[in-house]
Structures are given as C-alpha cells and as structure tokens.
C-alpha cells in the first residue's frame, strides 16, 4: 500500500472553474504537509505547507487538512491554462528522511 | 539569488562508468538532499544531509554514494553506473525537517 495516494488524473478544469486536488496518506503520525507544482520537464516548486487540521489560504490557493480523516487537499480558484501541471503531495512524518511523496495528479485547465 | 544550483544538466554514461553530480545552495539552509524521480514511482529520497559534516541513507541509497563538502555543496557519485540508474535527479534544501524543500533544476541522467 503506498504511504501517499493521489490520483493521477489528468484532472480537466474549464479556465475559471476551482481545481480540487486530493491526497491521502497512511501514517498517521504524520506533522507536515505540503504541496508542490511541477511543470513539465521542470522540478517541483512548493506552494503551499500546512501543519494543523484546517484550511490555509495564500492567493488563489487553499490547503484543507483533516488529521482524523487522513485527508488533505488543495483547492486552486478562478484556474488559469498556466495552472496546467503536476501537483505533487507531500507528507512529513517527522525526521529528515520521513518526507514522503505522492506521484502527482496532472491538472489541465482548458480555455 | 540561485537559489539551488545544479549541474550538469543532462549527462549519458556508459554502464561501469563513474560520475559525480554537484549540488550548491547560496540559501544557508542547513539540510540537503538527493532525489531520483522516476514516472509512476514519484520521488524517492536517496540521501540527505541534515546539517554540515553529517550524511544518512534515504530510501534507495544502493549504488550512490554522497559528500557533504561543506554548508554549500552536497555532491552524489555513482561508482558504477547501471540502466537501472537512469533516471531524473534533483538536489534540494531546506532550513530545517518540518520546512518545504527548494529544488535545482535536475540532472537528466542515461546510462546505456
């Protein structure tokens, strides 16, 4: 069973509408959790981080984790074509090497 | 501000081959990372170093090995490369175990 669960798409949104990218995750000590973007043939970028159930908005991003549910999302409003990527999840458990990643979901934002 | 710098950027070797791949950050984080990234297996951490002058093996270490030079610069070998190592691999950092991680822009690595 992978430690971190997303779906891989390709998730298809009409420019404008809200993206919602999910993640699960397994261990249920984890303490951090993070989301990157990752353009194609590019490394990943952090956008968002998120340490307490909850949401957590910067911009048009939203990190919403639920500890109990073993849950975290990231919501992107008013998507633009330059939104279109792979999202990456990331869950930290504590200690340097207990940073786990997903394997992504792509996300097209059609015009 | 460079941010992670990483070189080179792509790079075929033959099997047996050795190589060393360089890694620096003008950042003044304390922890430095390896990773291969593979389609359909995400990323995968190889080693870290969790502050300067200290090295531990991640999650698929076999065939590498690491240096942490100094705060700067965190380089990977390959003793012996093999096509199983072919792969995409990226350096990052971060200020410490609960921070995000900044990357470098990736090695392009093909071993025939």
């Known amino acids: 069973q992978k430690e971190v669960e997303q779906n891989s798409g390709p998730l298809s949104v009409p420019e404008g509408a809200i993206a919602s990218l999910n993640c699960t995750y397994s261990?249920?000590?984890?303490?951090?959790f993070f989301w990157y973007r990752q353009y194609s043939g590019k490394s990943p970028e952090l956008i968002m981080f998120i340490y307490s159930n909850g949401d957590k908005e910067d911009g048009r991003f939203t990190a919403q984790l639920n500890k109990a549910s073993q849950y975290v999302s990231l919501l992107i409003r008013d998507s633009q074509p330059s939104d279109s990527a792979t999202y990456l999840c990331a869950v930290g458990a504590g200690g340097y090497q207990k940073v786990t990643f997903g394997t992504g979901t792509k996300l097209q934002v059609i015009p | 501000n460079a941010g992670v710098t990483q070189t080179p950027k792509f790079q075929v070797l033959k099997t047996g081959q050795s190589m060393t791949l360089q890694c620096a950050q003008d950042m003044n984080h304390n922890s430095m990372y390896w990773y291969r990234q593979d389609p359909g297996m995400g990323l995968r951490l190889i080693y870290y170093?969790?502050?300067?002058?200290?090295?531990d093996k991640g999650e698929v270490p076999n065939g590498y090995n690491v240096s942490r030079l100094n705060k700067r610069e965190f380089s990977l070998r390959l003793e012996s490369a093999a096509p199983s190592q072919t792969s995409v691999y990226f350096c990052a950092s971060s200020p410490g175990q609960r921070s995000g991680y900044t990357f470098g822009s990736g090695t392009r690595l093909t071993v025939v």
């Open positions: 261990d249920r000590g984890s303490q951090s």
């Open positions: 170093s969790a502050s300067e002058g200290t090295t």
